[in-house]
């Protein structure tokens, strides 16, 4: 699917409808100048649940709440023209029951504007899944490493080696039987990852997983070097903004300090400026 193609953002029956084309392009974001910059090149933009991490400081991604979720959605959505959105539920806004899962999904979508939700899980999601979806909710379900389940998966592991290959095999067809029209893999064996893909026929979105799936995602901080504080071995960075920015602040604290800042052209004379036009 071409982004720059599009005249209308996407739908998440276009998003199905694109499995097995062109791989399909995704990156996190949490504020209007970072959509604005992505919303050309992206099919879709993710309002993750990582701002909990990214921006606020948090140590995982189960601090963060429906406000904060509300809140970043409604800034990206106001930089998106042509990308789709979509927005996570939050850790304990979706599990308790079907009914919880289908009041918070309806708030967030209300009141972002989101074309569909992100949850994490597999079988055991699936009957959320198909709840949601029936009513008029679109879900694009997570599988692999679940960051909201890190307590009881013992961290940030890869998921699906060995034994527990079956699982997240049984994981992907659970979602995509209960009618998500896309599937997260994280962090999960590249082999599996293709078997995934060819075993499902909903799209399979990436990040840490493989080339090979229907498309990829990244977090988009981590991509342009502004998330420093440790790097996966499934990030790229495009960038390094994080060290070009600690820089920039140096040299400007030097110059503040040296008083070479600010300089004759960024302060104002005690004259006002001649009219346009006027005659000398």
Do not use: W
Request: glycine share 10%; with cysteine.
């Amino acid at each position: 699917m071409s982004a720059t193609a599009r005249k209308r953002a996407p739908m998440p029956d276009d998003i199905r409808a694109a499995k097995g084309g062109t791989p399909l392009v995704s990156l996190t974001a949490y504020t209007t100048p970072m959509a604005q910059m992505m919303d050309a090149q992206c099919d879709f933009v993710l309002v993750g649940d990582s701002v909990g991490m990214v921006l606020h400081g948090l140590p995982s991604t189960l601090g963060v709440t429906m406000e904060m979720m509300v809140m970043h959605g409604q800034a990206v959505a106001r930089g998106l023209t042509t990308a789709m959105m979509v927005i996570d539920m939050p850790f304990g806004s979706y599990e308790a029951s079907r009914e919880v899962a289908f009041a918070n999904a309806a708030r967030l979508m209300a009141e972002t504007g989101a074309a569909a939700v992100k949850l994490e899980g597999g079988v055991e999601m699936a009957e959320t899944i198909a709840f949601l979806v029936a009513r008029g909710v679109p879900v694009m379900a997570h599988i692999g490493l679940t960051p909201q389940s890190i307590n009881t998966l013992g961290g940030y592991k890869v998921q699906g080696r060995g034994a527990a290959r079956d699982g997240l095999m049984a994981d992907a067809r659970a979602v995509c039987d209960a009618g998500a029209f896309a599937v997260v893999l994280e962090k999960v064996p590249e082999v599996l990852a293709d078997e995934v893909t060819a075993l499902v026929d909903i799209p399979t979105i990436g990040i840490g997983a493989s080339a090979g799936c229907d498309g990829q995602i990244l977090v988009v901080d981590d991509m342009l070097g502004l998330f420093t504080a440790f790097k996966a071995k499934f990030v790229k960075r495009y960038a390094h903004l994080g060290e070009d920015g600690a820089d920039a602040i140096a040299a400007y604290a030097a110059d503040v300090r040296a008083r070479r800042f600010p300089a004759a052209e960024h302060v104002f004379s005690d004259e006002a400026p001649a009219a346009k036009g006027a005659k000398p």
